[in-house]
């Protein structure tokens, strides 16, 4: 069955860095986009990040362009998301999301992880 596990969240200081990871298993990870979401209590999940099957081609929310970058290793059967320069306001669980073919503008998802914690607090 579809297994994806996040990990890498904690609390970071405004401004700084962190990054996430999804080990994926149970389907065959290199020929399905992948996506970030992330999703704060008492409000809807907000699509954060996609990546294309082979990696070539990303798309990001417009809160987090030019500040988080996702990536994949299609041979360790991984997903990253590298956060830098953030912000109280992306505090949130961060969940990965397992796309419905190689590619999806904003983030079609039929499988999804338990999520990670990220608190960007000083």
């Known amino acids: 069955q579809v297994q994806l596990v996040e990990s890498g969240g904690g609390l970071v200081q405004p401004g700084g860095s962190l990054r996430l990871s999804c080990a994926a298993s149970?389907?065959?990870?290199?020929?399905?986009?992948m996506n970030w979401y992330r999703q704060v209590p008492g409000k809807g999940r907000e699509w954060v990040a996609t990546i294309s099957s082979s990696g070539d081609s990303t798309n990001y929310a417009d809160s987090v362009k030019g500040r988080f970058t996702i990536s994949r290793d299609n041979a360790q059967n991984r997903l990253y998301l590298q956060m830098t320069t953030v912000k109280p306001e992306d505090t949130a669980v961060y969940l990965c999301?397992?796309?419905?073919?190689?590619?999806?503008?904003?983030?079609?998802?039929?499988?999804w992880g338990q999520g990670t914690q990220v608190t960007v607090s000083s």
């Open positions: 149970g389907f065959t990870f290199s020929n399905y986009a």
């Open positions: 999301t397992k796309g419905v073919g190689r590619w999806s503008s904003f983030g079609a998802y039929d499988y």
